[in-house]
């Protein structure tokens, strides 16, 4: 699974934000790895430097030298609607009437299509297929009639779907969340300006202080004198859809979402794991690196109590918490496997078992996630091949049933193991002695949310979003997109 991008803006007073936005987008690089990019204002003209490749390859010191203004917005990305090419990497940069506009856009729409096609009808040409560039034609067909807080309105009134957008305006920068949510977005403040991020990490590395999360349906304009921010709350809804695998799988440990560090919400999540399907073996181990997180709050919750959820003896020490499992970093992502036999050795060649820490031990191991199943039957495989007696598989989110259509790359239901697999399936499947996933109630409660808040359509088939030939879990419709009207101004 690879999360599609993320997105930020920086607004300083006085010096150039080329830089600031470049370590940001480092600190993003998790987000995406296929193209990076940076537009940039400086009072007069808009610049912009997108490549494919990684941030410290996309960019050299002339290229951010070049890149002049204290305002501007930067994007990594990982393809999600559009083409894999350099058409649809961000930011989306162009000048119309109404100005200049940039935009880096974390999420996807569910009716850019349509959208398109009303545009194209009444004469907008388009550059790319991606829904980006659907949402700054349409902002920009907005602007010729009206200011950017209502232009932006109406472009929240039409597009449906995910979407946390970093945007320049001339040598203004904006941030927009949807109204549900679903994507994260926050504002940071630096000692010379403000700054919107998908994570707080970027905020971070530029020495910032976290303000707050960007509200679903909120519209942030950084002041250009470095100042502040003003707030627009455009669109109220009754329920958020924040996507739980952020707190699960995508952001960084080090990230401050919804007001709580994920890493800790991994470890509760880890807690309520035991609580539910806690067994007792000699070792817990994760899947490095992601299963880290999760496996100490698993082992943590199990040395005070027992599975059977009675407090621990004195001289119990409950399960032995170890890294069985080392991670060969440099094993990328462009490893070619032609064989089916090189491709079960691929496992291999990424973790390699410790054999003193397995051999003749009953083992749990934990991972945020299982997708295809292929990684884990060949790592219950491992283990066994390494002697040990017992592999239990614990899963530290629920089973992942059906895509994504919110800006994840996670696999077509065919894929997916669990989409008509039973639990004991694909243990089964997998052979492992025992596989338990963690329920969406846990999740919930983990996160201090109503389910009705989350987003939790991967796992229980029901999206929030009004997606062609799926589910919904709420009472939801993608607005109506037809004529060449603006919506009626309110
Ligand atoms: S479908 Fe799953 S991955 Fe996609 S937004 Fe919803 S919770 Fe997140």
Redesign the pocket.
Known sequence: MTEKCGVVGVSLDGRDAARPLYYALYALQHRGQESAGIVTHDGFQQHSHVEMGLVGDAFGEDDLDALSGAAGIGHVRYPTAGSVDSSCAQPFSVSFKSGSLGLSHNGNLVNADEIRDELAAAGHAFTSDGDTEVIAHDLARNLLEEDLVRAVKHTMGRIHG?YSLTITHDDTVLGVRDPQG?RPLCIGELEDGYMLASESAAIDTLDGDLVRDVRPGELVVLQEDGEGFDSYQLVDNEHTAH???EHVYFARPDSVIDETLVYEARRNLGRELWDESGVETDVVMPVPDSGRAFASGYADAASETTADGEPRDADDDGVEFAEGLMKNRYVGRTFIMPTQDERERAVRLKLNPIKSTIEGKTVTVIDDSIVRGTTSTQLVQLLKDCGAEEVHVRIGAPAIVAP?Y?G?D?ATRDELIAADKSTAEIRDEIAADSLAYLSTDAVADVLGKERIDL????VTGE?PYDIDGEETDRDVSRPEVGGQQLPADD
Do not use: E, K, Q, R
Not at 455 to 458: A, N, Q, V
């Open positions: 995910s679903n996507c739980f695998f994504c919110m994840i996670m987003c939790l359509g991967c999206y």
